[in-house]
C-alpha cells in the first residue's frame, strides 16, 4: 500500500515529497496530490514503523539530511499459515463485513472462496454483502482489510494476482454475449432477399412496359 505509507509519511513526519516519493516507490507529484488533498481517492495512512518496514532512527536520519533516502527495514522470515479459513481475534470479528465490503468493491475479480480464506469467514455472509441483503448493510463501511489487521498485505497481492491471472489478467473484462448473431444475420438475409425481390419486380415492370402489342400499330 504505498500510497496509504506515503499519506501516513506526509502526516506524521517533516520528509521532503522526494524523499517520500523515493521510498514508497512513488512520483513526486503523487505525493504532493496526496499532501494537497487532492488525490482521486481519500486514503487512510499506513505506519510503515508499525508494519516493521521502517525504524523511527531512519526516519529521524532522513528528517536531518533532505538528501538521506530511507532502507526499508527486512522484517522477520514470515510464517507461512496452514491452508483453510483464517483464525481472527473475537475483538477484530466485528471489522469482517467491513474487510469484506472492501474487497467486492475494489477487487470484485476475487473470488468469495479466496474472500474466504483471506478473511476468515463464511461465503453465505460474502454472499449476503454482496448482494446487500446482509441484516448489518446499513453500517457497514468498506475498509481495508489489512489495515484492519483481518489479512496481510503479501496475502491481498497473492489473492489479487490469482484472480487476475484466473480472468485472463484483465478483471474488467465483460464477456461478449453472441447471443444476438443469429438474429443479426437472419435480418440480414431477410433484407438481402427482400431487396433482390424488389429489384425483380422493378425488372418484371420494365419489361412489360417495352414490349409493343402489334395490332395496336394499326388501330384507328
Known amino acids: 500500500m504505498p500510497h496509504a505509507t506515503a499519506s501516513w509519511l506526509v ?3 517533516s520528509l521532503s515529497f522526494e524523499q517520500i516519493a523515493d521510498f514508497c516507490g512513488l512520483h513526486i507529484l503523487e505525493v504532493q496530490a496526496i499532501a494537497d488533498d487532492t488525490a482521486a481517492t481519500k486514503l487512510t495512512g499506513r505506519d510503515p514503523v508499525r508494519a516493521h518496514e521502517l525504524t523511527q532512527s531512519e526516519i529521524e536520519k532522513a528528517q536531518a539530511n533532505p538528501d538521506y533516502r530511507m532502507k526499508m527495514t527486512k522484517g522477520p522470515e514470515q510464517v507461512r499459515r496452514t ?3 483464517r483464525y481472527t481475534p473475537v475483538s477484530k470479528r466485528q471489522d469482517k463485513p467491513d474487510g469484506i465490503a472492501w474487497i467486492i468493491r475494489n477487487h470484485p475479480e476475487i473470488s ?3 474472500i474466504s480464506n483471506l478473511i476468515g469467514t463464511t461465503r453465505t455472509t460474502i454472499a449476503a454483502i454482496r448482494d446487500r441483503s446482509h441484516w448489518n448493510i446499513a453500517n457497514i463501511t468498506p475498509k481495508d482489510p489489512v489495515t484492519l489487521g483481518l489479512t496481510t498485505q503479501r496475502e491481498l497481492d497473492s489473492a489479487v494476482a490469482k484472480a487476475a491471472k484466473a480472468t485472463g489478467g484483465n478483471a474488467d473484462a ?3 454475449d453472441t447471443r444476438l448473431e443469429g438474429d443479426r444475420e437472419a435480418l440480414l438475409a431477410s433484407l438481402r432477399a427482400e431487396r433482390e425481390q424488389q429489384s425483380r419486380d422493378v425488372d418484371s415492370v420494365g419489361h412489360h412496359d417495352d414490349v409493343i ?3 395496336s400499330l394499326f388501330r384507328s
Open 11 to 13: 502526516d506524521n513526519t
Open 174 to 176: 465483460q464477456p461478449t
Open 112 to 114: 468469495d472462496g479466496a
Open 83 to 85: 491452508k483453510g479459513p
Open 213 to 215: 402489342d402489334p395490332h
